[in-house]
């Protein structure tokens, strides 16, 4: 059974400091991997989505590399913003399913 | 406007009482899903359709039933039979359901039993 972990469960950084979000998974025989953004309260955002065969995303201030031999994935975001306060879930898809870490709490002290 | 709508958005039941949660897409995805969410932990998958007239069980399916009778249409009814249904329940949709393609989440509804 795949099991996805996010280390840590929380976060708080002044802003314009860089964000390092990191995302375990210990089986690799996964399709794709997903990052999403969640608000308080709301449904999730797709933020990034990376291949199986692809060694990383970016796009703006966001940038996702996936080491799929080592079952890494780290969310990489520029230049925080207090806008950036969320909580960022990733999710692997095997077959038909994707599976959620607990996700990285962030919060962007102004 | 293309996305996934749900409703309502807060919803209060008596315990006993069964409950159905609405999801619709106007994205033209043949595949959709529901999740769970709890407090502090990931998403669980309930159920999952790939075609109209098709669905099946995913890891936490007991007390969940499901209808797939329209492309844009997966709603979920939650059972006097769930132990702990009071949660954050999310619908997801794919243009396909093959394993390459990217899910779209709904905003969500937040069923609370007492």
């Known amino acids: 059974k795949q099991e996805v972990t996010q280390i840590p469960a929380a976060l708080s950084v002044p802003e314009g400091e860089n964000l390092v979000l990191n995302c375990s998974f210990t089986?690799?025989?996964?399709?794709?991997l997903q990052w999403f953004r969640q608000d308080p309260g709301k449904g999730l955002t797709s933020l990034l989505l990376i291949q199986s065969s692809q060694r990383e995303q970016t796009s703006g201030r966001l940038n996702a590399s996936l080491d799929k031999s080592s079952g890494r994935s780290t969310l990489y975001i520029a230049a925080s913003q207090p806008g950036d306060s969320a909580t960022y879930l990733c999710a692997v898809k095997d077959d038909y399913k994707l599976s959620f870490g607990a996700g990285t709490t962030v919060t962007v002290r102004a | 406007d293309g996305g996934i709508t749900q409703s309502p958005k807060y919803l209060f039941r008596k315990e006993g009482q069964n409950v159905t949660l609405s999801c619709e897409q106007n994205l033209n995805h043949d595949a959709m899903y529901w999740y769970r969410q709890d407090p502090g932990q990931g998403l669980r998958l309930i159920y999952y359709s790939q075609i109209v007239n098709d669905f099946q069980k995913g890891d936490i399916a007991e007390g969940y039933s499901v209808s797939r009778e329209k492309k844009e249409s997966f709603p979920l009814t939650v059972t006097s039979a769930q132990k702990n249904p009071t949660a954050f329940y999310l619908c997801a949709s794919s243009i396909a359901p093959g394993s390459s393609y990217e899910q779209y989440f709904g905003p969500g509804t937040r069923l609370t039993v007492t």
């Open positions: 089986d690799s025989a996964i399709y794709n």
